[in-house]
Protein backbone atom coordinates (compact mmCIF):
# COMPACT_ATOMS: atom_id res chain seq x y z
CA UNK A 1 0.00 0.00 0.00
CA UNK A 2 1.62 3.41 -1.08
CA UNK A 3 2.25 5.75 2.11
CA UNK A 4 -0.52 8.40 1.24
CA UNK A 5 -3.18 6.05 0.94
CA UNK A 6 -2.22 3.71 4.42
CA UNK A 7 -1.64 7.51 6.05
CA UNK A 8 -5.23 8.79 4.69
CA UNK A 9 -6.41 5.20 5.68
CA UNK A 10 -5.04 5.70 9.17
CA UNK A 11 -5.75 9.32 10.44
CA UNK A 12 -9.59 8.09 9.04
CA UNK A 13 -9.11 5.52 11.63
CA UNK A 14 -9.19 7.50 14.28
CA UNK A 15 -11.84 10.22 12.87
CA UNK A 16 -9.43 12.78 12.10
CA UNK A 17 -9.01 13.96 15.91
CA UNK A 18 -5.43 16.18 16.63
CA UNK A 19 -5.46 14.32 19.81
CA UNK A 20 -4.89 10.73 18.19
CA UNK A 21 -2.04 11.89 16.96
CA UNK A 22 0.68 10.36 18.61
CA UNK A 23 -1.92 6.81 18.34
CA UNK A 24 -1.38 7.62 14.18
CA UNK A 25 2.22 8.08 14.37
CA UNK A 26 2.87 4.86 16.22
CA UNK A 27 0.66 3.02 13.70
CA UNK A 28 2.40 4.49 10.87
CA UNK A 29 5.95 3.66 12.78
CA UNK A 30 5.16 0.30 12.95
CA UNK A 31 4.03 -0.08 9.29
CA UNK A 32 7.07 1.81 7.49
CA UNK A 33 9.73 1.23 10.35
CA UNK A 34 9.45 4.82 10.34
CA UNK A 35 6.91 8.47 9.45
CA UNK A 36 7.87 9.31 6.28
CA UNK A 37 8.02 12.95 5.35
CA UNK A 38 4.71 12.09 3.14
CA UNK A 39 2.91 11.39 6.27
CA UNK A 40 4.13 14.08 7.65
CA UNK A 41 2.87 16.43 5.76
CA UNK A 42 -0.46 14.88 5.42
CA UNK A 43 -0.56 14.50 9.31
CA UNK A 44 -0.50 18.50 8.69
CA UNK A 45 -2.84 19.25 6.64
CA UNK A 46 -5.50 16.57 8.08
CA UNK A 47 -5.27 17.34 11.44
CA UNK A 48 -5.01 21.08 11.16
CA UNK A 49 -1.50 21.13 12.69
CA UNK A 50 1.82 22.99 11.70
CA UNK A 51 4.68 20.27 10.82
CA UNK A 52 6.51 21.54 13.59
CA UNK A 53 3.97 20.42 15.48
CA UNK A 54 3.85 16.88 14.11
CA UNK A 55 8.02 16.85 14.22
CA UNK A 56 7.94 17.89 18.11
CA UNK A 57 6.36 14.64 18.57
CA UNK A 58 8.17 12.41 16.67
CA UNK A 59 11.31 14.55 17.78
CA UNK A 60 10.34 13.68 21.96
CA UNK A 61 9.59 9.90 21.91
CA UNK A 62 12.34 7.42 21.20
CA UNK A 63 10.24 5.10 19.67
CA UNK A 64 9.22 6.80 16.71
CA UNK A 65 12.00 7.60 13.54
CA UNK A 66 12.45 9.79 10.96
CA UNK A 67 14.62 7.72 9.05
CA UNK A 68 13.88 3.67 8.80
CA UNK A 69 14.84 1.80 10.96
CA UNK A 70 14.34 -1.50 8.29
CA UNK A 71 13.45 -5.24 8.20
CA UNK A 72 14.55 -5.90 11.63
CA UNK A 73 14.67 -2.87 14.71
CA UNK A 74 16.68 -4.47 17.68
CA UNK A 75 16.95 -2.33 21.23
CA UNK A 76 18.70 -4.38 23.96
CA UNK A 77 18.13 -3.19 27.12
CA UNK A 78 20.52 -1.35 28.75
CA UNK A 79 19.01 -1.12 32.48
CA UNK A 80 22.08 -1.79 35.14
CA UNK A 81 20.87 -5.16 35.81
CA UNK A 82 21.11 -6.71 32.73
CA UNK A 83 24.75 -4.80 32.21
CA UNK A 84 25.23 -7.12 35.12
CA UNK A 85 24.16 -9.99 33.02
CA UNK A 86 26.65 -8.86 30.22
CA UNK A 87 24.19 -6.92 27.99
CA UNK A 88 27.24 -4.77 27.40
CA UNK A 89 29.38 -7.78 25.39
CA UNK A 90 26.27 -8.78 23.90
CA UNK A 91 25.83 -5.25 22.14
CA UNK A 92 29.30 -5.61 20.63
CA UNK A 93 28.36 -9.01 19.45
CA UNK A 94 25.83 -7.72 17.50
CA UNK A 95 27.40 -4.71 16.18
CA UNK A 96 30.56 -7.34 15.12
CA UNK A 97 28.14 -10.47 13.83
CA UNK A 98 25.54 -7.57 11.54
CA UNK A 99 28.47 -5.11 11.07
CA UNK A 100 26.13 -1.97 12.49
CA UNK A 101 26.93 0.83 14.72
CA UNK A 102 25.42 1.67 17.45
CA UNK A 103 22.02 3.49 16.60
CA UNK A 104 22.66 3.73 12.95
CA UNK A 105 20.90 2.38 10.42
CA UNK A 106 23.12 -0.24 8.20
CA UNK A 107 23.73 1.05 4.67
CA UNK A 108 21.32 -1.66 2.97
CA UNK A 109 18.57 -0.65 5.59
CA UNK A 110 17.77 -3.82 6.61
CA UNK A 111 18.65 -3.54 10.54
CA UNK A 112 19.16 -1.36 13.06
CA UNK A 113 20.42 -1.76 16.53
CA UNK A 114 20.34 0.58 19.50
CA UNK A 115 19.34 0.05 23.60
CA UNK A 116 16.63 0.88 25.40
CA UNK A 117 16.75 1.80 28.74
CA UNK A 118 14.58 -0.81 30.44
CA UNK A 119 12.36 -3.54 28.40
CA UNK A 120 10.33 -4.63 31.80
CA UNK A 121 12.30 -8.01 31.54
CA UNK A 122 14.35 -7.97 34.21
CA UNK A 123 14.09 -10.82 35.76
CA UNK A 124 15.06 -12.71 32.90
CA UNK A 125 17.44 -10.53 31.21
CA UNK A 126 19.40 -9.76 29.26
CA UNK A 127 16.47 -8.69 26.88
CA UNK A 128 16.13 -7.11 23.75
CA UNK A 129 12.79 -5.86 21.48
CA UNK A 130 12.93 -7.50 18.10
CA UNK A 131 10.18 -5.29 16.30
CA UNK A 132 8.64 -4.61 19.51
CA UNK A 133 8.53 -8.10 20.55
CA UNK A 134 10.56 -9.58 23.54
CA UNK A 135 13.02 -11.97 23.94
CA UNK A 136 14.64 -13.04 26.99
CA UNK A 137 17.78 -14.73 28.73
CA UNK A 138 19.93 -13.81 25.78
CA UNK A 139 22.97 -15.43 25.32
CA UNK A 140 26.13 -15.47 22.57
CA UNK A 141 24.69 -18.65 21.00
CA UNK A 142 21.17 -17.23 20.60
CA UNK A 143 22.73 -13.96 19.23
CA UNK A 144 24.34 -15.92 16.48
CA UNK A 145 20.81 -17.76 15.62
CA UNK A 146 19.02 -14.18 15.72
CA UNK A 147 22.06 -12.63 13.18
CA UNK A 148 22.16 -15.66 10.63
CA UNK A 149 18.27 -14.71 10.77
CA UNK A 150 18.17 -11.47 10.02
CA UNK A 151 20.87 -11.80 7.30
CA UNK A 152 19.05 -14.93 5.79
CA UNK A 153 16.09 -12.38 5.82
CA UNK A 154 13.06 -14.69 8.03
CA UNK A 155 10.34 -12.69 8.99
CA UNK A 156 10.65 -12.43 12.88
CA UNK A 157 7.33 -14.20 13.23
CA UNK A 158 8.51 -17.66 12.03
CA UNK A 159 11.51 -17.27 14.54
CA UNK A 160 11.82 -19.81 16.88
CA UNK A 161 8.94 -19.55 19.12
CA UNK A 162 10.92 -19.88 22.49
CA UNK A 163 12.97 -17.10 22.15
CA UNK A 164 10.24 -14.95 23.08
CA UNK A 165 8.27 -17.34 25.78
CA UNK A 166 8.29 -14.89 28.28
CA UNK A 167 7.75 -16.40 32.50
CA UNK A 168 5.97 -14.55 35.03
CA UNK A 169 8.63 -15.64 37.52
CA UNK A 170 6.12 -15.21 40.74
CA UNK A 171 7.98 -15.97 43.83
CA UNK A 172 5.83 -14.86 46.97
CA UNK A 173 2.33 -14.33 46.77
CA UNK A 174 -0.07 -12.36 49.17
CA UNK A 175 -4.08 -11.00 49.15
CA UNK A 176 -3.33 -9.96 45.87
CA UNK A 177 -1.71 -12.76 43.81
CA UNK A 178 -3.91 -15.09 45.90
CA UNK A 179 -7.70 -13.93 45.53
CA UNK A 180 -9.86 -16.03 43.32
CA UNK A 181 -12.77 -13.80 43.27
CA UNK A 182 -15.21 -13.66 40.46
CA UNK A 183 -14.16 -11.66 37.95
CA UNK A 184 -17.68 -9.28 38.03
CA UNK A 185 -17.92 -9.05 41.78
CA UNK A 186 -16.83 -5.84 42.86
CA UNK A 187 -19.38 -4.98 40.45
CA UNK A 188 -22.06 -6.52 41.58
CA UNK A 189 -20.81 -5.36 45.37
CA UNK A 190 -21.30 -2.11 43.62
CA UNK A 191 -24.63 -2.11 42.34
CA UNK A 192 -25.95 -3.76 45.29
CA UNK A 193 -24.19 -1.26 48.01
CA UNK A 194 -23.71 1.77 46.31
CA UNK A 195 -21.09 4.43 45.26
CA UNK A 196 -21.57 6.46 48.78
CA UNK A 197 -21.19 3.25 51.10
CA UNK A 198 -18.30 1.76 49.09
CA UNK A 199 -16.01 4.88 48.46
CA UNK A 200 -16.24 4.95 52.03
CA UNK A 201 -14.67 1.72 52.25
CA UNK A 202 -12.01 2.36 50.00
CA UNK A 203 -11.45 5.73 52.36
CA UNK A 204 -11.27 3.82 55.52
CA UNK A 205 -9.17 0.85 53.95
CA UNK A 206 -6.20 3.76 53.68
CA UNK A 207 -5.61 2.25 50.38
CA UNK A 208 -2.87 4.35 48.95
CA UNK A 209 -1.31 4.53 45.54
CA UNK A 210 0.77 1.43 44.44
CA UNK A 211 2.89 3.51 42.01
CA UNK A 212 4.98 5.35 44.28
CA UNK A 213 3.48 8.67 45.29
CA UNK A 214 1.48 7.13 47.79
CA UNK A 215 -1.63 9.51 47.24
CA UNK A 216 -4.79 7.98 49.20
CA UNK A 217 -7.34 7.08 46.73
CA UNK A 218 -10.47 7.11 48.33
CA UNK A 219 -9.25 11.05 48.37
CA UNK A 220 -8.31 11.15 44.71
CA UNK A 221 -11.88 9.49 43.81
CA UNK A 222 -13.97 11.69 46.05
CA UNK A 223 -12.08 15.23 44.94
CA UNK A 224 -13.04 13.99 41.33
CA UNK A 225 -16.38 12.70 42.10
CA UNK A 226 -17.06 16.34 43.86
CA UNK A 227 -16.00 18.39 40.70
CA UNK A 228 -18.66 19.56 38.86
CA UNK A 229 -18.46 18.09 35.58
CA UNK A 230 -20.55 16.33 32.62
CA UNK A 231 -17.78 13.97 31.44
CA UNK A 232 -15.08 12.65 33.87
CA UNK A 233 -12.30 10.14 32.86
CA UNK A 234 -10.77 6.86 34.32
CA UNK A 235 -6.89 6.14 33.14
CA UNK A 236 -5.03 3.29 34.06
CA UNK A 237 -1.51 4.03 34.22
CA UNK A 238 0.12 0.94 32.99
CA UNK A 239 3.38 2.57 31.93
CA UNK A 240 6.19 1.19 34.57
CA UNK A 241 9.14 2.83 32.57
CA UNK A 242 11.34 2.82 36.13
CA UNK A 243 14.05 0.57 35.37
CA UNK A 244 13.70 -2.63 36.98
CA UNK A 245 10.44 -2.24 37.31
CA UNK A 246 8.42 -5.15 35.87
CA UNK A 247 5.38 -6.17 38.19
CA UNK A 248 2.81 -4.61 36.21
CA UNK A 249 3.77 -6.67 33.11
CA UNK A 250 3.11 -9.89 35.04
CA UNK A 251 -0.61 -7.97 36.17
CA UNK A 252 -1.28 -7.56 32.55
CA UNK A 253 -0.90 -10.75 32.06
CA UNK A 254 -1.96 -12.89 34.81
CA UNK A 255 -4.95 -10.40 35.94
CA UNK A 256 -6.17 -8.20 33.18
CA UNK A 257 -9.82 -8.50 33.94
CA UNK A 258 -9.12 -7.38 37.77
CA UNK A 259 -7.49 -4.28 36.41
CA UNK A 260 -10.42 -3.69 34.38
CA UNK A 261 -12.79 -4.48 37.04
CA UNK A 262 -11.26 -2.17 39.54
CA UNK A 263 -11.41 0.62 36.29
CA UNK A 264 -14.80 0.30 35.87
CA UNK A 265 -15.84 0.38 39.93
CA UNK A 266 -13.70 3.90 39.93
CA UNK A 267 -16.19 4.73 36.92
CA UNK A 268 -19.23 3.64 38.84
CA UNK A 269 -18.06 5.63 41.95
CA UNK A 270 -16.84 8.89 40.42
CA UNK A 271 -20.22 9.02 38.81
CA UNK A 272 -23.05 11.08 40.25
CA UNK A 273 -26.06 10.68 38.28
CA UNK A 274 -26.00 7.56 35.81
CA UNK A 275 -28.34 9.44 33.83
CA UNK A 276 -26.73 12.93 33.21
CA UNK A 277 -22.91 12.34 33.44
CA UNK A 278 -20.26 10.09 31.62
CA UNK A 279 -17.27 8.45 32.02
CA UNK A 280 -14.83 7.08 30.01
CA UNK A 281 -11.38 4.76 30.54
CA UNK A 282 -8.08 4.61 29.20
CA UNK A 283 -5.08 2.56 29.79
CA UNK A 284 -2.26 3.89 29.08
CA UNK A 285 0.14 0.90 27.85
CA UNK A 286 3.85 1.95 27.77
CA UNK A 287 5.43 0.72 24.37
CA UNK A 288 7.58 -1.71 25.39
CA UNK A 289 4.39 -3.72 25.97
CA UNK A 290 3.18 -3.11 22.58
CA UNK A 291 2.86 -6.95 22.15
CA UNK A 292 0.41 -7.22 25.38
CA UNK A 293 -2.23 -5.51 23.41
CA UNK A 294 -3.75 -8.12 21.54
CA UNK A 295 -4.51 -10.04 24.43
CA UNK A 296 -5.85 -6.93 26.67
CA UNK A 297 -8.02 -6.08 23.77
CA UNK A 298 -9.61 -9.61 23.53
CA UNK A 299 -9.94 -9.15 27.55
CA UNK A 300 -11.81 -5.66 27.10
CA UNK A 301 -14.26 -7.38 24.34
CA UNK A 302 -15.23 -10.54 26.72
CA UNK A 303 -16.11 -8.07 28.85
CA UNK A 304 -18.28 -6.27 26.89
CA UNK A 305 -20.09 -9.75 25.48
CA UNK A 306 -20.49 -10.87 29.04
CA UNK A 307 -22.00 -6.94 30.27
CA UNK A 308 -19.23 -6.36 32.30
CA UNK A 309 -18.33 -3.05 29.78
CA UNK A 310 -20.35 -1.15 28.04
CA UNK A 311 -23.84 0.38 27.95
CA UNK A 312 -26.15 -0.49 30.86
CA UNK A 313 -23.61 -2.55 32.64
CA UNK A 314 -24.73 -5.57 34.66
CA UNK A 315 -28.53 -4.00 33.31
CA UNK A 316 -27.79 -0.94 35.63
CA UNK A 317 -29.73 1.35 33.19
CA UNK A 318 -26.95 4.52 32.69
CA UNK A 319 -23.97 2.49 34.14
CA UNK A 320 -22.33 3.08 30.89
CA UNK A 321 -18.41 2.69 30.72
CA UNK A 322 -15.67 1.45 28.29
CA UNK A 323 -11.86 1.87 28.39
CA UNK A 324 -9.60 2.25 25.22
CA UNK A 325 -5.90 1.26 25.09
CA UNK A 326 -3.53 3.94 24.07
CA UNK A 327 0.29 3.34 23.50
CA UNK A 328 3.04 4.99 24.84
CA UNK A 329 6.09 5.34 22.57
CA UNK A 330 9.17 5.41 24.90
CA UNK A 331 8.98 8.30 27.12
CA UNK A 332 10.15 7.18 30.68
CA UNK A 333 8.38 11.26 31.36
CA UNK A 334 5.49 9.97 31.12
CA UNK A 335 5.12 7.58 33.93
CA UNK A 336 4.10 11.44 35.56
CA UNK A 337 0.57 11.33 35.58
CA UNK A 338 0.23 14.89 34.09
CA UNK A 339 2.49 14.03 31.57
CA UNK A 340 0.95 11.21 30.99
CA UNK A 341 -2.43 12.80 30.11
CA UNK A 342 -0.87 15.54 27.78
CA UNK A 343 0.97 11.97 26.18
CA UNK A 344 -2.66 11.00 26.14
CA UNK A 345 -3.84 13.89 23.89
CA UNK A 346 -1.35 13.37 21.27
CA UNK A 347 1.52 15.66 22.55
CA UNK A 348 4.86 16.00 24.30
CA UNK A 349 4.93 14.47 27.64
CA UNK A 350 6.09 17.75 29.08
CA UNK A 351 4.67 17.41 32.92
CA UNK A 352 1.95 20.20 33.52
CA UNK A 353 1.99 23.27 36.29
CA UNK A 354 -0.05 21.97 39.02
CA UNK A 355 -2.65 23.24 40.16
CA UNK A 356 -5.39 22.21 38.67
CA UNK A 357 -4.98 18.74 39.42
CA UNK A 358 -6.04 16.01 37.15
CA UNK A 359 -8.87 15.11 39.58
CA UNK A 360 -10.30 19.07 38.56
CA UNK A 361 -8.69 19.25 35.24
CA UNK A 362 -7.32 16.24 33.75
CA UNK A 363 -7.77 14.45 30.34
CA UNK A 364 -9.12 16.97 27.78
CA UNK A 365 -9.92 19.86 31.16
CA UNK A 366 -12.13 17.28 32.66
CA UNK A 367 -11.70 15.51 35.89
CA UNK A 368 -9.71 12.44 35.63
CA UNK A 369 -8.59 9.67 37.78
CA UNK A 370 -4.96 8.63 37.53
CA UNK A 371 -4.08 5.44 39.30
CA UNK A 372 -1.81 2.45 38.21
CA UNK A 373 -2.54 -1.06 37.43
CA UNK A 374 -1.85 -2.62 41.34
CA UNK A 375 -3.99 0.19 42.53
CA UNK A 376 -7.13 -0.84 40.80
CA UNK A 377 -7.08 -4.33 41.37
CA UNK A 378 -6.53 -3.97 45.06
CA UNK A 379 -9.42 -1.15 44.98
CA UNK A 380 -11.41 -3.99 43.32
CA UNK A 381 -10.30 -6.74 46.23
CA UNK A 382 -11.35 -3.93 48.90
CA UNK A 383 -14.79 -3.82 47.79
CA UNK A 384 -15.16 -7.75 47.39
CA UNK A 385 -13.51 -8.45 51.08
CA UNK A 386 -14.09 -5.31 53.40
CA UNK A 387 -11.90 -2.22 54.48
CA UNK A 388 -10.98 -3.92 57.45
CA UNK A 389 -9.71 -6.93 56.18
CA UNK A 390 -7.69 -4.89 54.03
CA UNK A 391 -6.46 -2.49 57.12
CA UNK A 392 -5.23 -5.29 59.12
CA UNK A 393 -2.63 -5.99 56.96
CA UNK A 394 0.46 -4.12 56.76
CA UNK A 395 1.59 -1.59 58.85
CA UNK A 396 -0.39 1.59 60.16
CA UNK A 397 0.26 3.89 57.51
CA UNK A 398 0.42 1.70 54.86
CA UNK A 399 -2.01 -0.94 54.52
CA UNK A 400 -2.18 -3.78 52.29
CA UNK A 401 0.41 -5.33 50.31
CA UNK A 402 3.08 -4.45 48.14
CA UNK A 403 4.35 -5.89 44.84
CA UNK A 404 7.72 -6.23 44.62
CA UNK A 405 10.01 -6.64 40.85
CA UNK A 406 13.38 -8.44 42.28
CA UNK A 407 15.95 -8.27 40.02
CA UNK A 408 20.41 -8.23 40.28
CA UNK A 409 22.13 -10.38 42.58
CA UNK A 410 19.75 -13.05 43.92
CA UNK A 411 19.59 -16.83 43.58
CA UNK A 412 15.27 -16.26 42.26
CA UNK A 413 14.52 -12.99 40.40
CA UNK A 414 11.11 -12.01 39.89
CA UNK A 415 7.71 -10.95 41.71
CA UNK A 416 7.46 -10.85 45.27
CA UNK A 417 4.53 -9.98 47.24
CA UNK A 418 4.60 -8.64 50.79
CA UNK A 419 2.85 -7.18 53.05
CA UNK A 420 3.87 -3.39 54.35
CA UNK A 421 6.48 -3.50 56.92
CA UNK A 422 8.09 -6.51 55.67
CA UNK A 423 12.21 -5.73 55.97
CA UNK A 424 14.71 -5.38 53.32
CA UNK A 425 16.77 -8.54 55.02
CA UNK A 426 13.54 -10.76 55.28
CA UNK A 427 13.19 -10.41 51.08
CA UNK A 428 17.00 -10.79 50.44
CA UNK A 429 16.33 -14.05 52.74
CA UNK A 430 13.77 -15.09 50.37
CA UNK A 431 15.33 -14.05 47.36
CA UNK A 432 18.45 -15.81 47.74
CA UNK A 433 20.82 -13.00 47.75
CA UNK A 434 24.22 -13.44 49.42
CA UNK A 435 26.78 -11.10 50.34
CA UNK A 436 24.66 -7.72 49.64
CA UNK A 437 26.29 -4.57 49.43
CA UNK A 438 23.18 -2.52 48.65
CA UNK A 439 19.71 -2.81 47.74
CA UNK A 440 18.36 0.37 44.79
CA UNK A 441 14.66 0.64 45.97
CA UNK A 442 12.24 2.03 43.31
CA UNK A 443 14.96 2.16 40.40
CA UNK A 444 16.92 4.67 39.81
CA UNK A 445 14.83 7.50 40.80
CA UNK A 446 14.81 5.92 43.92
CA UNK A 447 16.75 5.63 47.26
CA UNK A 448 20.01 3.37 47.93
CA UNK A 449 19.69 1.03 50.85
CA UNK A 450 23.21 0.29 52.59
CA UNK A 451 23.70 -2.95 54.06
CA UNK A 452 23.86 -1.34 57.95
CA UNK A 453 20.27 -0.35 56.87
CA UNK A 454 18.55 -3.78 55.85
CA UNK A 455 16.50 -4.19 58.89
CA UNK A 456 14.14 -0.78 57.77
CA UNK A 457 10.75 -1.74 56.56
CA UNK A 458 9.11 -1.20 52.64
CA UNK A 459 6.27 1.32 53.74
CA UNK A 460 5.21 4.79 53.24
CA UNK A 461 6.72 5.82 56.37
CA UNK A 462 10.19 4.00 55.94
CA UNK A 463 11.45 3.22 52.53
CA UNK A 464 8.46 3.59 49.88
CA UNK A 465 8.71 2.12 46.70
CA UNK A 466 7.03 1.95 43.40
CA UNK A 467 7.66 -2.07 43.24
CA UNK A 468 11.69 -2.22 41.75
CA UNK A 469 14.37 -3.78 43.82
CA UNK A 470 17.75 -4.09 42.71
CA UNK A 471 20.55 -6.14 44.61
CA UNK A 472 23.91 -5.43 44.64
CA UNK A 473 26.55 -7.86 45.89
CA UNK A 474 29.98 -6.86 47.46
CA UNK A 475 31.85 -7.52 44.23
CA UNK A 476 29.58 -4.74 42.10
CA UNK A 477 31.41 -1.11 41.39
CA UNK A 478 28.63 0.67 42.54
CA UNK A 479 29.67 3.47 40.80
CA UNK A 480 28.44 1.16 37.28
CA UNK A 481 25.15 2.14 38.69
CA UNK A 482 25.16 5.20 39.30
CA UNK A 483 26.81 6.39 35.93
CA UNK A 484 24.11 3.89 34.22
CA UNK A 485 21.57 6.21 36.00
CA UNK A 486 23.32 9.36 35.64
CA UNK A 487 23.08 8.93 31.63
CA UNK A 488 19.42 7.19 31.73
CA UNK A 489 18.47 10.78 33.20
CA UNK A 490 20.40 12.47 30.55
CA UNK A 491 18.16 10.30 27.81
CA UNK A 492 14.66 10.46 29.63
CA UNK A 493 14.89 14.90 30.35
CA UNK A 494 12.00 16.21 28.39
CA UNK A 495 13.82 19.17 28.27
CA UNK A 496 11.36 21.48 29.86
CA UNK A 497 13.28 23.26 32.50
CA UNK A 498 17.23 24.56 33.00
CA UNK A 499 17.98 22.89 36.29
CA UNK A 500 16.86 19.27 34.87
CA UNK A 501 18.35 19.62 31.15
CA UNK A 502 21.41 21.23 32.46
CA UNK A 503 21.82 19.83 35.48
CA UNK A 504 21.74 16.25 34.93
CA UNK A 505 24.04 16.70 31.64
CA UNK A 506 26.76 18.05 34.20
CA UNK A 507 26.14 15.68 36.45
CA UNK A 508 26.80 12.48 34.37
CA UNK A 509 29.97 14.65 33.08
CA UNK A 510 31.18 15.00 36.59
CA UNK A 511 30.01 10.79 37.21
CA UNK A 512 32.37 10.22 33.94
CA UNK A 513 35.18 11.82 35.48
CA UNK A 514 35.15 10.06 38.71
CA UNK A 515 35.07 6.70 36.83
CA UNK A 516 38.08 8.09 34.62
CA UNK A 517 39.64 8.88 38.07
CA UNK A 518 39.71 12.67 36.87
CA UNK A 519 37.86 14.87 39.52
CA UNK A 520 39.27 16.32 42.99
CA UNK A 521 37.48 17.54 46.25
CA UNK A 522 35.95 20.56 44.34
CA UNK A 523 34.55 18.42 41.73
CA UNK A 524 32.62 16.27 44.43
CA UNK A 525 31.40 18.97 46.22
CA UNK A 526 30.05 20.48 42.73
CA UNK A 527 28.15 17.31 42.06
CA UNK A 528 26.54 18.06 45.38
CA UNK A 529 25.94 21.63 44.85
CA UNK A 530 24.18 20.61 41.30
CA UNK A 531 22.39 18.13 43.04
CA UNK A 532 20.64 20.48 45.53
CA UNK A 533 20.10 23.12 42.77
CA UNK A 534 18.08 20.10 40.88
CA UNK A 535 16.04 19.02 44.12
CA UNK A 536 15.09 22.23 44.65
CA UNK A 537 14.14 24.21 41.55
CA UNK A 538 13.49 21.11 38.82
CA UNK A 539 9.77 21.31 37.13
CA UNK A 540 8.77 17.89 38.05
CA UNK A 541 10.14 14.73 40.27
CA UNK A 542 12.16 13.25 37.80
CA UNK A 543 14.78 16.15 37.95
CA UNK A 544 14.41 16.65 41.72
CA UNK A 545 15.01 12.56 41.79
CA UNK A 546 17.44 12.23 38.99
CA UNK A 547 20.53 12.95 41.61
CA UNK A 548 19.45 10.63 44.56
CA UNK A 549 21.69 7.62 43.34
CA UNK A 550 24.30 10.14 43.47
CA UNK A 551 23.47 12.11 46.87
CA UNK A 552 22.68 8.20 48.68
CA UNK A 553 26.02 7.07 47.25
CA UNK A 554 27.94 9.76 48.32
CA UNK A 555 26.90 9.52 51.67
CA UNK A 556 26.66 5.76 52.76
CA UNK A 557 29.55 4.88 50.31
CA UNK A 558 32.40 7.90 49.92
CA UNK A 559 35.19 5.75 49.66
CA UNK A 560 33.93 4.52 45.94
CA UNK A 561 34.26 8.67 45.57
CA UNK A 562 37.48 9.28 47.44
CA UNK A 563 39.35 6.37 45.97
CA UNK A 564 38.76 8.10 42.76
CA UNK A 565 40.51 11.45 43.27
CA UNK A 566 43.28 12.80 40.98
CA UNK A 567 43.45 15.61 43.24
CA UNK A 568 42.68 15.94 47.34
CA UNK A 569 42.49 19.51 47.57
CA UNK A 570 39.75 21.99 46.34
CA UNK A 571 41.46 22.72 42.74
CA UNK A 572 38.98 21.49 39.93
CA UNK A 573 40.27 19.16 37.69
CA UNK A 574 38.22 20.63 35.33
CA UNK A 575 39.15 23.58 33.74
CA UNK A 576 36.72 26.18 32.55
CA UNK A 577 38.94 28.31 31.39
CA UNK A 578 40.54 25.94 28.64
CA UNK A 579 37.61 25.49 27.11
CA UNK A 580 35.82 28.89 26.88
CA UNK A 581 39.31 30.07 25.46
CA UNK A 582 38.69 26.74 23.04
CA UNK A 583 35.47 28.26 22.39
CA UNK A 584 36.78 31.83 21.90
CA UNK A 585 39.53 30.46 19.02
CA UNK A 586 36.53 29.06 17.11
CA UNK A 587 34.30 32.08 17.65
CA UNK A 588 36.95 34.80 17.01
CA UNK A 589 34.87 36.34 20.06
CA UNK A 590 36.83 37.04 23.44
CA UNK A 591 33.75 37.70 25.08
CA UNK A 592 32.62 34.09 25.35
Known amino acids: MKISQFTNETIASFNHQSDMLLQILIKIQYQYSFIPQKSITQLSKKLFLTESNVLAVIGFYSFLHKEARGHYDLRVSNNITDQMLGSLELVELLCDKLAVQLATPRKDKRVTLDTTSCTGMSDQGSAMLVNGLPIVELN ?40 RSDNSEAIRVFLKQGDKKLLKQIEFSNLRGRGGGGFKTGFKWRLCKQTIAKQRYVICNADEGEPGTFKDRVLLTTLPDKIIEGMTLCAGIINEDFTDHSVSGLIYLRGEYQYLRESLEQVLQKRRDAGLLGKDILGKKGFDFDIKIHLGAGAYICGEESALIESLEGKRGIPRNRPP ?50 SGDCAKPGIYEYPFGTSIKQILNDCGALNTQAVQVSGPAGSTIPAKDFDRCIAFEDIPTGGSFMIFNQQRNLLDMVKNFSAFFVDESCGFCTPCRVGSSLLKQLIDRVHQQSVSNYDLN ?34 LYQQQLKLTDDEPVFDLQAVLQQARQLTGNDNV
Open 140 to 179: KKRIKTICQLIESGTPVNQWPKDFFHIKNNIQRRDILLND
Open 526 to 559: EIKRISHLMRDTSHCGLGSSASNSVMDTLKYFPK
Open 357 to 406: FPVNEGYKNQPTVVNNVETFINAALITIHGADWFEKIGTEQSSGSKLLSI
